[in-house]
């Protein structure tokens, strides 16, 4: 059965309207919201990019992506929910997973009976993850891993999580001490995980984050990724899906702010008039929609990029062309969320500082998406040096 894209859009939309009331509770009582991976499996959206003989709707990444700047509009974490399962859980096991391994995760993650997440930042390992410290060494029928994996989206309620770590036998500095990519079930022994308290994160308080530790967790052969030494590609070639599924996400924030402060500036009357006839409160309204304008642009752009470059598997520049795009792309988002949220804020005068409103729980929440999935600094690190040239890159 083809893709539909219509069916889709229809079913996302249904499935934000369901969801909203219960995400605005979730977030007043500040708790997780347990009803979002029931819904989304209603709607059928828990295997949006997945190919449809996993069970999946096999949709393209600009299908994908639209659908996550929808998804956006309800909330950071309520996106980050999908970047975890799908794109950065879903996504390498289909990309570089044997199809008995993608048969076993796949499916059940599509039917939600398997929840995904993506285990590669550690306590001290963030923007350059081959700092990591986890460890596995080889048996007769697989892996053991050790180590501890730190801000986790989808740590604490995921069964099935991507995770990396270096040999343990080879010694630091030897050219053959690569990082491996597994794929790793949270019920085995040796695996404990330990989610955040919602109050010890500035935002998204209604998703998951977690972090767990593996303590000789044992791991199948047929649950590598890709073959040994592979995990660094595997992780840099996850990133590029993660960083378009955050900037779609952000586009989501932009939409969404929009969207308040016009019926908002409508409504509310100052000096005898409704606020959006002052032209100081268009200056901001000029600004979002100029943001969600050069979002949306860049963001499709690199979309059909991916779609172009994975049609091409194999083709070095256009693959090299799609991780730039998509870095410019979550760089130039998320920032432009980051403004427009606080500009949704200013407009709502004070009742903007409250989460509350809309645009209060925006600007608390979207911060994270200048950090998580590459900073701000290590994007604009990649950018100049596309600009400069490879040997003037930062870091080699």
């Not at 499996?41 to 990019?49: A, C, S, W």
């Not at 955040?196 to 052969?221: I, L, Y």
């Not at 100081?280 to 929609?289: K, M, N, S, Y």
């Not at 410019?328 to 606080?342: G, P, R, V």
Request: glycine content about 10%; aromatic content about 8%.
């Amino acid at each position: 059965m083809p893709f539909d894209a219509a069916k889709l859009a229809a079913d996302t939309e249904a499935f934000c309207q369901e969801l909203r009331p219960v995400e605005e509770l979730c977030y007043a009582d500040r708790r997780y919201n347990d009803q979002l991976v029931p819904l989304a499996k209603k709607h059928g959206l828990l295997g949006i990019n997945v190919r449809p003989e996993y069970g999946g709707r096999g949709a393209d990444n600009l299908s994908y992506f639209k659908a996550l700047a929808r998804i956006g509009r309800e909330g950071t974490g309520v996106r980050t929910f999908f970047s975890g399962h799908l794109s950065i859980g879903a996504y390498p096991i289909q990309t570089w997973g044997g199809d008995a391994l993608r048969q076993k995760y796949l499916p059940a993650a599509v039917r939600g009976e398997k929840v995904l997440a993506f285990g590669l930042t550690e306590p001290d390992a963030g923007s350059n993850p081959r700092e990591m410290t986890t460890t596995y060494r080889k048996t007769a029928d697989g892996y053991v891993l050790n180590g501890v994996k730190y801000l986790i989206s989808n740590g604490g309620i995921a069964d099935a999580v991507v995770v990396f770590g270096y040999p343990a036998d080879v010694p630091e500095g030897d050219p053959a001490r690569r990082i491996t990519a597994f794929v790793v079930d949270t019920s085995s022994k040796g695996f404990s995980a330990e989610s955040f308290a919602v109050n010890a994160k500035m935002g998204m308080p209604t998703s998951n984050t977690a972090m767990f530790e593996m303590d000789e967790v044992h791991v199948p052969a047929e649950n590598r990724l890709g073959e040994e030494g592979d995990g660094f590609r595997v992780a840099m070639g996850t990133l590029v899906s993660g960083r378009l599924s955050v900037a779609a996400g952000c586009l989501g924030v932009i939409e969404d702010c929009l969207a308040e402060v016009v019926e908002y500036g409508k409504l509310r009357r100052q000096h005898g008039k409704e606020i959006a006839k002052h032209q100081l409160v268009q200056d901001h309204i000029a600004h979002i929609e100029m943001a969600r304008v050069a979002s949306e642009s860049l963001l499709w752009r690199a979309a059909e990029l991916k779609d172009t470059a994975e049609a091409a598997r194999g083709d070095k520049e256009l693959a090299r062309q799609a991780d730039l795009l998509a870095a410019q792309a979550k760089f130039f988002a998320t920032n432009a969320a980051w403004d427009a949220a606080d500009r949704a804020v200013q407009v709502f005068g004070g009742k903007g500082w409250s989460t509350l409103y809309r645009p209060g729980r925006h600007l608390t929440d979207v911060r994270v998406c200048r950090i998580y999935e590459g900073t701000d600094e290590i994007l604009k690190l990649k950018i100049a040096a596309s600009v400069l040239g490879k040997q003037y890159e930062a870091f080699r």
